[in-house]
């Protein structure tokens, strides 16, 4: 980043002060976020300055530049020559300032802690989530033919390098209803998440799929004869998150018959009316 070449250091030892300006980086504690995301580690970039360098205007200057540089950046990390690994990207999110502006006397002057979230997928999984499934797919498709070729569209996972405007289609949850005896409805539930190049290309995006699905009454079908699972709601929040949680939701309903009973089985004691299960998020 320019302007802090040869001034981004670990945390100072004790007995020692860095003065003049620069940043610091500290990691947090890493943990697994969910399936799609991966692993979540909170990193905290502190700005510092000292009275001669400017003291908080020159970390309010430094704060806004790094904010610019980090947030919403893909990382990527290269293994050092002759180590054992592999390389990874990391996707960077700014989520705010930790503790408010004070004096800190290791690094001898002002500073400002900025939080980032960096996300990553765990070492060794591949770069391919694999074939999804057959709603997945139409989705998939359906949202690269609607927003076109610059549009990089995912299933079941982010990539491990995510790269803008892109969507990720994912199945969130399903639950199984009885409509009556002999046959049952299955509902399930798929997010969309929608990342553009800016706000204004991703509430496009978001407007043009949420128009698409709206109008449609089936996902594409699968296989020749067959029909598509019904379209039975969208709702589109354009405040969610769009990286972590997803602006779209989208239920698909799918009506299927109930295994016959055989002559001379008992009725079962308990009816099962409803079975589900939802992705946290």
């Known amino acids: 980043m320019a302007g802090l070449n040869g001034r981004v250091h670990d945390l100072p030892g004790v007995g020692s002060a860095l003065g003049g300006f620069g940043a610091v980086v500290t990691f947090g504690e890493e943990i697994r976020k969910n399936d799609w995301i991966g692993y979540r580690r909170i990193v905290k970039v502190w700005p ?10 020159k970390i309010e ?11 919403e950046a893909v990382l990527h990390s290269e293994p050092e020559a002759g180590a054992v690994g592999e390389a990874q990207s990391f996707a960077c999110v700014y989520v705010g300032s930790a503790d408010g502006d004070r004096a800190d006397a290791l690094l001898g002057g002002l500073t400002r802690g900025l939080r980032f979230a960096v996300y990553r997928q765990p070492a060794g999984v591949p770069a391919d989530a694999g074939p999804a499934g ?12 609607l927003l076109g070729s610059d549009w990089h569209v995912a299933a079941d996972r982010w990539p491990n390098a995510v790269k803008r405007p892109c969507v990720l289609w994912r199945l969130s949850g399903s639950r199984k209803v009885t409509a009556k005896p002999s046959a049952f409805d299955v509902r399930r539930t798929y997010a969309a998440h929608v990342l553009g190049r800016g706000p204004a290309e991703e509430r496009a995006a978001l407007e043009r799929l949420t128009q698409r699905l709206s109008g449609a009454q089936r996902l594409e079908a699968s ?17 969610a998150d769009g990286f972590v949680k997803g602006q779209l939701r989208l239920d698909v309903l799918e009506r299927a018959a109930a295994a016959p009973v055989r ?7 308990v009816r ?4 589900g299960f939802k992705q946290a998020d």
């Open 48 to 57: 510092y300055a000292d009275a001669a360098s400017g003291g908080f205007d």
């Open 263 to 269: 002559p001379g089985e008992p009725d079962p004691p």
């Open 134 to 145: 057959a709603e997945l797919t139409a989705l998939a498709k359906l949202s690269s033919e």
């Open 272 to 275: 099962i009316g409803y079975v």
């Open 61 to 71: 200057e430094l704060a806004g530049r790094i904010e610019a540089a980090l947030h």
């Open 223 to 239: 296989a020749p004869g067959t029909r598509g699972a019904t379209i039975a709601d969208v709702v589109a929040d354009l405040e």
